[in-house]
């Protein structure tokens, strides 16, 4: 009895130290050994471990006192945050250790190296790693994080090489409510996984290598934000009619893409969206009614194929330029037959060739495959061969002029339209060798009705019309694709004797007496070319079409490029028919004498391969810019003029494009090489620019993985300018203004060599007073306040815009970016603020640069240089030589720290323009006539029909 009342005792000493022990691990904290030797590997993987604070020896991280940056419950680490502190370093690989941990926070540091896996960590709910180096990712990450609820990865290169998707076991997390992973590196499809996350609610997935379309399994999905845009590599493909089931959406951003297919009707059902951005896409079709009643706070639907007309539209913050629309105005119809031929493009599923060909208001003018009567009514619609596919439409029966409807050899189906029959011009109706299925409406006898090589049920026997082949000739009954026997194979088509059906005797005959009639054209045209060509001498940087030897082949034309640098030429050939509406059929080609500036569009088709995707530069107001390459790799910038955006104030750009850069030549300047008008093609030809806009260099260096501008390529790239600029406004023979100044507008050679680009919205300035008043033009950001309120240009306003091109130097930041501070929104006003400031100025620099004293020195000079420029009385500006010679001390002076040893070819820099080209010149061996200094002999090409009387464009851009 007492052994067993002195065991009692002893136990229950033992449960009281027990409660003891553990109210101190409650209390004071004693972490879980485990969790302290991760956090101190934590520690001992950080570049710069005092950043953290934690303590080597002794404390315990749950405290008390605990850790910096931790978080415990009990003694159990359960937070890591450490946001935006500067930290550098790795992670340890074993971090799912804690296996209490709830929240992670590493966000907007300079953490690289290998991500550790986070798999089996079951009470993590948030994970945020997004703004930092990290270089790859596990395939188990995510393995078992069933309560995670917001992951963040954006902004970091994981699997540099191969890129990463996202993997299955992120199903796990059935509770996910926010993912997101910009800029992360993910390529391939998007997961048919993901559609099942009912919880998920935001998707931000843009500047990925994403591609193929939006899986259907994602229709219905709750998210209220979606962002797929700007993905590289060719990006998102298909149509966006899954994203039109999401009714919680209230951003979806999609542009930069290659999303095809009509706006769905059912865009409307998103009645919560409140920002929609389709930029940059493949969209086609009539913009529907339900979008332009939504009054969203921004629309963006820049840079598509939408057609027809532009509606009334209910949100006042919308963009449209740079479509295939038949008006330059909201609310203006189309012509009936424009709205007609629409509607059947839609039923054939809007093929990208005829969309491009069909803009404008009047079918009549250069639309692929339609054919006008003298009464300027379509009267014709020709497209055989041409792969269409889909079905025909009713539309078609409003074009009551119609007399040959030619769509022999496509993939039709569905049936003929009855309201067809109601066509009382038609004469010919060649639906053969489609998928058309019966029953075939009755049409009149005056129709020829060929409907051979359909799955027709029903087929009627169709009477000749007058001077047409009988239907024993041509057959017009169905085969019989199912049997071998005599008895059920169709009617043989008779031949001409000599083995040759005589159905295909038309096809092959009639190219031929086309090519005889256009060889009647052609060859006194090539003849008269050739003799002007060997009247004037070869211009620098130029293409020459030379003619064809009548001995050699058809098919075959060579071009040769002048080299403006060392005199030596490079030759490619190419077809040599003209291209009509981009088919080389043998069309005609219109042709400004402008020099040796004229080239072939099938030329520039070889070199760009078909104006192929993977050739793809750039896009902008204009079109799209490829790059092409010549047969001995010389590279060209090929900007093609999309149809949509061939409107009088478009074609005005064109020709004042040609019309400058036929007249002035300068090492700052971008040369023109040639340019092509055939058919409705317009496309401009210049030197290549292996390092693309300034902008790029500036703005999106980080996301394009670029290095970025030193201060010294900075000093250079503004004296480049200002010297181009100085000579377009005071040393060439006429006095231009460029109106559009902008980084975006200033490009960059392989040694960053800077060049002046885009002359679409060049002025030219009469003499003596040097201003003229016109429609505002030119990029909000750059534009000068006098020419933005009174519309009266003078050069000072280009000086204007090279002020903040200086502040953009200096600084790194947009010349306008809405979502800056407000007060720091408009660069220009806001520099002005802090340039006289040294310690406010040293704090606006870009980041990027290391700002030592001599450094800092000159960007002094060029802020107080950039306030000068950006004075708000133009008459307080400067003019463009006082700026290269402010500018060109600093690039003499200012030497740089590393070894880079770019340099300007031993120029003088304080020599006047006109004399550093001279020497220039002689130093390269070049003859003064290649560069333009004032020459009386260049001449402004004449322009084309249809070109509009000013240079200047009807509005800005």
């Not at 409807?405 to 496509?410: D, R």
């Not at 009247?535 to 064809?548: C, K, Q």
Request: glycine residues 8%.
């Amino acid at each position: 009895m007492h052994y067993h009342r002195s065991a009692m005792r002893t136990h229950h000493k033992k449960i009281v130290l027990l409660l003891v022990f553990s109210l101190v691990a409650v209390v004071f904290g004693a972490t879980d050994p485990g969790d302290r030797d991760v956090l101190l590997k934590f520690r001992d993987g950080m570049e710069n471990p005092e950043l953290l604070n934690w303590p080597k020896n002794g404390d315990d991280p749950c405290g008390p006192p605990s850790w910096d940056y931790v978080y415990c419950s009990g003694s159990r680490v359960t937070e890591i945050q450490v946001k935006e502190i500067g930290l550098k370093g790795t992670l340890p690989q074993d971090l799912n250790k804690l296996s209490m941990l709830q929240n992670v926070g590493l966000q907007k540091n300079n953490l690289t190296g290998p991500l550790p896996s986070f798999g089996g960590l079951s009470n993590l709910q948030y994970i945020y790693l997004d703004f930092n180096n990290f270089t790859s990712i596990p395939d188990d990450f995510f393995d078992g994080l069933v309560n995670l609820l917001e992951s963040a990865l954006d902004y970091n290169n994981l699997n540099a090489s191969t890129g990463w998707s996202l993997p299955k076991s992120l199903n796990d997390s059935a509770q996910l409510i926010r993912f997101s992973c910009c800029t992360c590196n993910l390529v391939g499809p998007l997961p048919d996984n993901l559609g099942s996350m009912s919880s998920l609610t935001y998707l931000l997935l843009a500047g990925n290598r994403l591609s193929g379309e939006i899986p259907r399994s994602y229709r219905g999905m709750a998210l209220e934000r979606l962002w797929l845009n700007n993905q590289l590599g060719g990006g998102m493909t298909g149509p966006i009619d899954v994203v039109a089931t999401m009714e919680s959406l209230k951003l979806l951003w999609l542009h930069g893409n290659q999303f095809t297919g009509p706006i769905p009707e059912n865009i409307g059902n998103l009645t919560l969206l409140k920002e929609l951005n389709l930029n940059g896409n493949q969209l086609v079709g009539l913009i529907p009614d339900s979008l332009a009643n939504m009054e969203l706070e921004k629309l963006d639907l820049n840079n598509n194929l939408l057609m027809g007309p532009i509606p009334k539209f209910k949100t006042t913050n919308v963009t449209f330029d740079s479509n295939a629309f038949c008006q330059s105005t909201e609310g203006l119809s189309c012509a009936p037959e424009v709205m007609a031929l629409i509607e059947f493009l839609g039923g054939v599923n809007y093929p990208t060739r005829l969309v491009h060909s069909w803009s404008g208001n009047d079918p009549c003018k250069g639309w692929f495959g339609i054919g006008c009567n003298p009464s300027h009514q379509v009267s014709v619609i020709t497209l055989p061969h041409y792969n269409l596919s889909g079905t025909l439409s009713p539309s078609v029966a409003k074009l009551e002029s119609l007399s040959q409807i030619m769509l022999q050899f496509n993939d039709l189906s569905g049936q003929i339209p009855e309201n067809w029959t109601s066509l009382k011009s038609l004469k010919t109706l060649n639906l053969s060798d489609n998928n058309i299925t019966g029953p075939v409406p009755k049409f009149p006898s005056t129709v020829d009705l060929i409907t051979v090589g359909n799955p027709l049920n029903n087929q009627p026997e169709i009477k000749p019309s007058p001077g047409n082949s009988p239907p024993s000739e041509v057959s017009r009954s169905p085969p019989n694709k199912d049997s071998g026997s005599s008895k059920g194979a169709p009617p043989v088509e008779p031949t001409n004797g000599k083995g040759l059906k005589r159905s295909n005797l038309v096809i092959i005959v009639a190219p031929i007496a086309s090519f005889a009639v256009l060889a009647v054209l052609v060859i006194p045209l090539s003849i008269y070319c050739y003799k002007k060509r060997k009247e004037s001498s070869l211009a620098p940087s130029s293409l020459v079409i030379h003619p064809r030897d009548p001995s050699g082949p058809d098919n075959m034309v060579k071009i040769v490029v002048a080299n403006n640098t060392n005199g030596s030429t490079s030759t490619l050939t190419g077809s040599g028919s003209a291209s009509r509406n981009g088919s080389s059929i043998g069309g005609e080609s219109h042709v400004i004498e402008s020099g040796n500036l004229v080239i072939s569009v099938q030329v520039l088709r070889n070199v760009t391969k078909n104006f192929a995707l993977e050739n793809e530069l750039g896009r902008g107001g204009f079109g799209v810019v490829y790059k092409g390459e010549l047969d001995d790799g010389t590279k060209i910038a090929v900007k093609r003029m999309e149809a949509g955006v061939i409107s009088s104030k478009a074609l005005d750009e064109f020709q004042a494009e040609i019309a400058v850069l036929s007249k002035v030549r300068h090492r700052h300047l971008v040369s023109l090489l040639g340019y092509s008008i055939e058919g409705h093609e317009r496309i401009l030809v210049y030197e290549y620019m292996p390092q693309g806009a300034l902008s790029k260099h500036l703005f999106h260096w980080k996301s394009l993985k670029l290095e970025p501008l030193s201060w010294k390529r900075r000093l250079n790239i503004a004296l480049d300018v200002a010297r181009g600029m100085e000579y377009l406004h005071n040393l060439a023979h006429q006095s231009f203004i460029h109106r559009d100044l902008k980084s975006s507008n200033i490009l960059l050679g392989d040694d960053f060599r800077a060049k002046v680009s885009d002359f679409g919205l060049v002025k030219l300035a009469p003499d003596g007073e040097k201003s003229v008043v016109t429609r505002l033009a030119g990029t909000f950001g750059y534009l000068a306040p006098e020419y933005a309120v009174t519309g009266k240009i003078t050069t000072k306003a280009d000086v204007f815009s090279f002020g903040v091109v200086l502040m953009e130097l200096l600084t790194g930041l947009m010349a306008l970016d809405e979502d800056r501070p407000e007060e720091s929104q408009y660069l220009a006003a806001w520099f002005w603020h802090v340039k006289t400031d040294k310690e406010k100025l040293r704090a606006a620099i870009d980041p990027v640069l290391d700002v030592k004293d001599e450094t800092f020195e000159s960007i002094c000079i060029m802020a107080e240089l950039a306030g000068h420029c950006t004075a708000r009385e133009p008459s307080q500006r400067p003019d463009m030589g006082h700026a290269v010679n402010v500018l060109a001390p600093l690039v003499e002076k200012w030497k740089p720290v590393d070894d880079d040893t770019e340099d300007y070819c031993g120029i003088d820099y304080s020599l006047p323009l006109n004399q550093m080209v001279k020497g220039w010149q002689e130093a390269e061996g070049k003859d003064a006539s290649y560069m333009d200094l004032g020459d009386s002999k260049s001449s402004i090409p004449p322009r084309p029909a249809g070109f509009a009387e000013s240079f200047t464009s009807a509005d800005g851009r």
